[in-house]
């Protein structure tokens, strides 16, 4: 792999410019030096201070930031809107604090496409701001790198073997002329390397299907409880009303119907008791079958079947 072979010399040299082991340091390590380098221009400044804030999950202190940049009116050749390491912060936060990406979207609209890379990454930032990002080819491996720093859990089985698809083709490094996209595949070849050894995704996948399967039976089975004791009780009333009520005198009818209103046993309030009924029922059985779906999907008891 030119990765493995090329990575320590290739990193080691960017280190020497302004602001960059701040963010190979996130990048690779997600770690950050709580006080800036010296000497660093504004941008770099922010770029600290964004990184700063995603780490500590700082919501306040990225609004601030993402605030003061999101009243400024960029043109083609303003400096902050054309660095892709400050661009791709103010996604990753915007993704980690949900925050809403239209007015980013019409930013980097702006940006300069001089070249087939730049165009690459435009496309990209486009993508991730509009909230359709493309998980397949060139794009795998950015898209990988941008959900293992904002949203792990939108990190699959597909998306590891497409980068990993993608990676694998690659013939020379530095791939690109373009550092921010060397830098991106590097950390998504290490990213490839930590979640298949000895991590297993697929087993994530599996569960989160589990989950989904067991969620849909549970509630078809629940419903077919309800309904179904509503059928009983709907043909018991029938049979107490035909057998029973209209063999009682007028004033021990009006006392029925008047003792059935107060305890609220009308047939409409019993039909609305039917959704807290349903998920009194789906409780009783997630409690019977040992499945808690808020963790690991099986009980401890289930944990310790397995493993013996």
Same mark, same amino acid.
């Given at each position: 792999?030119?990765?493995?072979?090329?990575?320590?010399?290739?990193?080691?040299?960017?280190?020497?410019?302004?602001?960059?082991?701040?963010?190979?340091?996130? #990048?690779?390590?997600?770690?950050?030096? $709580?006080?800036?380098?010296?000497?660093?221009?504004?941008?770099?400044?922010?770029?600290?201070?964004?990184?700063?804030?995603? !780490?500590?999950?700082?919501?306040?202190?990225?609004?601030?930031?993402?605030?003061?940049?999101?009243?400024?009116? $960029?043109?083609?050749?303003?400096?902050?809107?054309?660095?892709?390491?400050?661009?791709?912060?103010?996604? =990753?936060?915007?993704?980690?604090?949900?925050?809403?990406?239209?007015?980013?979207?019409?930013?980097?609209?702006?940006?300069?496409?001089?070249?087939?890379? +730049? +165009?690459?990454?435009?496309d990209f930032f486009i993508s991730i701001s509009v909230g359709s990002p493309n998980s397949k080819g060139q794009f795998a491996p950015l898209y990988l790198t941008y959900c293992h720093l904002s949203n792990k859990n939108a990190i699959t089985v597909t998306l590891i073997n497409n980068s990993l698809e993608e990676l694998c083709s690659i013939?020379?490094?530095?791939?690109?002329?373009? %550092?921010?996209?060397?830098?991106?595949?590097?950390?998504?070849?290490?990213?490839?390397?930590?979640?298949?050894? $000895?991590?297993?995704?697929?087993?994530?996948?599996?569960? +989160?299907?589990?989950?989904?399967?067991?969620?849909?039976?549970?509630?078809?089975?629940?419903? #077919?409880?309800?309904?179904?004791?509503? !059928?009983?009780?709907?043909?018991?009333?029938?049979?107490?009303?035909?057998?029973?009520?209209?063999?009682?005198? %007028?004033?021990?009818?009006?006392?029925? =119907?008047?003792?059935?209103?107060?305890?609220?046993?009308? #047939?409409?309030?019993?039909?609305?008791?039917?959704?807290?009924?349903?998920? +009194?029922?789906?409780?009783?059985?997630?409690?019977?079958?040992?499945?808690?779906?808020?963790?690991?999907?099986?009980?401890?008891?289930?944990?310790?079947?397995?493993?013996?």
């Amino acid at each position: 792999m030119v990765f493995i072979e090329f990575k320590s010399s290739y990193l080691d040299s960017l280190r020497n410019f302004p602001g960059m082991t701040e963010i190979l340091d996130y #990048i690779f390590l997600q770690t950050l030096n $709580p006080k800036p380098e010296q000497n660093l221009q504004n941008l770099d400044n922010d770029v600290h201070f964004l990184i700063q804030a995603i !780490l500590n999950k700082d919501v306040g202190a990225f609004n601030q930031i993402e605030s003061a940049y999101s009243r400024k009116n $960029p043109v083609a050749d303003s400096p902050w809107i054309n660095n892709n390491y400050l661009i791709f912060l103010l996604l =990753i936060g915007q993704q980690l604090f949900l925050k809403d990406s239209t007015w980013l979207k019409k930013a980097i609209e702006v940006r300069r496409r001089s070249n087939e890379e +730049s +165009s690459f990454i435009y496309d990209f930032f486009i993508s991730i701001s509009v909230g359709s990002p493309n998980s397949k080819g060139q794009f795998a491996p950015l898209y990988l790198t941008y959900c293992h720093l904002s949203n792990k859990n939108a990190i699959t089985v597909t998306l590891i073997n497409n980068s990993l698809e993608e990676l694998c083709s690659i013939k020379r490094f530095p791939c690109y002329d373009n %550092e921010f996209l060397n830098i991106i595949y590097l950390a998504a070849f290490e990213i490839c390397l930590r979640y298949k050894v $000895p991590i297993d995704v697929n087993s994530a996948e599996r569960l +989160s299907l589990f989950k989904t399967k067991i969620q849909k039976r549970v509630s078809s089975l629940a419903n #077919i409880i309800v309904y179904a004791g509503y !059928l009983v009780l709907m043909i018991g009333i029938w049979m107490f009303i035909k057998k029973v009520f209209y063999g009682l005198t %007028e004033s021990w009818q009006n006392r029925i =119907i008047t003792i059935a209103s107060f305890a609220g046993l009308t #047939i409409l309030e019993i039909f609305k008791a039917r959704i807290t009924l349903r998920k +009194s029922i789906e409780k009783s059985l997630y409690s019977y079958l040992g499945i808690n779906l808020l963790t690991e999907g099986f009980s401890d008891e289930q944990r310790q079947m397995k493993n013996s």
